[in-house]
């Protein structure tokens, strides 16, 4: 064994670390890690270690290459992370993988964020919305239908609110099914939807209310609206 040891790990510092991880997990009697290990012709391997501490201190222990695997995951944490969109993987209800522009959305690092708990991921979104995000989260990651887009409010860790809309896709991360979802920010626009129907419902209180009669025709001389003192000056109700 120590002769393996020196030869999987040669450098000398990263040896000890693995030593002292083997040493820790042989006391609760369980493994689930990964190493870097390098092979007799120098090659370096990414290798999963999942393994079972018998009564008599034998160890059984399965090695999976996923080498490959954390290539793909470098590559692709390079390319998301520097995306202006929002970015993160949601698995078991916690944050498994953020990108800096969703921790910076939501007013965290990506440290603060990786480390939350269930039940403060939940508490990301709004009480009520909680409902609908949640819920379509769960359905897409069951496997039922579920809408490919749609909007909630995200509270931020200064405790400001913003809206945002969110383009989730079931994957598989590291094994397991999991929520990819990218998110961009819509508060600006939410905000601007919401003065320009404020500023409708003004003028069509005005055009009501007024004594003048008002007629409304579209490009094609079609009548788009009228108040009611138009209607009573001409004897008309409204869909006659």
């Given at each position: 064994?120590?002769?393996?040891?020196?030869?999987?790990?040669?450098?000398?510092?990263?040896?000890?670390?693995?030593?002292?991880?083997?040493?820790?997990?042989?006391?609760?009697r369980a493994l689930d890690r990964i190493f870097s290990i390098t092979c007799k012709d120098g090659t370096v391997k990414e290798i999963e270690f999942r393994g079972?501490?018998?009564?008599?201190?034998?160890?059984?222990?399965?090695?999976?290459?996923?080498?490959?695997?954390?290539?793909?995951?470098?590559?692709?944490?390079?390319?998301?992370?520097?995306?202006?969109?929002?970015?993160?993987?949601?698995?078991?209800?916690?944050?498994?993988?953020?990108?800096?522009?969703?921790?910076?959305?939501?007013?965290?690092?990506?440290?603060?964020?990786?480390?939350?708990?269930?039940?403060?991921?939940?508490?990301?979104?709004?009480?009520?919305?909680?409902?609908?995000?949640?819920?379509?989260?769960?359905?897409?990651?069951?496997?039922?239908?579920?809408?490919?887009?749609?909007?909630?409010?995200?509270?931020?860790?200064?405790?400001?609110?913003?809206?945002?809309?969110?383009?989730?896709?079931?994957?598989?991360?590291?094994?397991?099914?999991?929520?990819?979802?990218?998110?961009?920010?819509?508060?600006?626009?939410?905000?601007?939807?919401?003065?320009?129907?404020?500023?409708?419902?003004?003028?069509?209180?005005?055009?009501?209310?007024?004594?003048?009669?008002?007629?409304?025709?579209?490009?094609?001389?079609?009548?788009?609206?009228?108040?009611?003192?138009?209607?009573?000056?001409?004897?008309?109700?409204?869909?006659?």
């Amino acid at each position: 064994g120590r002769e393996w040891f020196n030869k999987a790990y040669p450098d000398p510092q990263y040896r000890r670390e693995v030593i002292n991880a083997w040493k820790k997990d042989s006391k609760s009697r369980a493994l689930d890690r990964i190493f870097s290990i390098t092979c007799k012709d120098g090659t370096v391997k990414e290798i999963e270690f999942r393994g079972t501490m018998l009564q008599d201190d034998r160890s059984i222990v399965i090695l999976t290459d996923i080498t490959e695997r954390k290539r793909a995951e470098e590559a692709y944490h390079a390319v998301v992370e520097h995306s202006l969109q929002g970015l993160h993987i949601l698995q078991n209800q916690r944050e498994v993988f953020v990108n800096s522009a969703y921790a910076e959305m939501l007013g965290y690092t990506v440290e603060e964020l990786l480390a939350l708990s269930p039940k403060q991921v939940k508490k990301l979104v709004h009480p009520d919305d909680q409902e609908i995000a949640w819920g379509h989260v769960r359905d897409r990651i069951e496997g039922r239908p579920a809408p490919p887009r749609y909007e909630f409010r995200i509270i931020r860790k200064d405790g400001s609110v913003r809206w945002v809309e969110s383009f989730p896709s079931r994957i598989e991360y590291r094994g397991k099914p999991a929520l990819q979802v990218a998110m961009i920010d819509i508060t600006e626009r939410k905000e601007a939807e919401a003065i320009l129907r404020n500023s409708e419902e003004r003028y069509r209180t005005l055009v009501e209310s007024s004594t003048d009669a008002i007629l409304m025709l579209n490009r094609e001389r079609n009548v788009v609206t009228c108040n009611q003192a138009f209607l009573a000056l001409f004897g008309y109700r409204k869909g006659a």
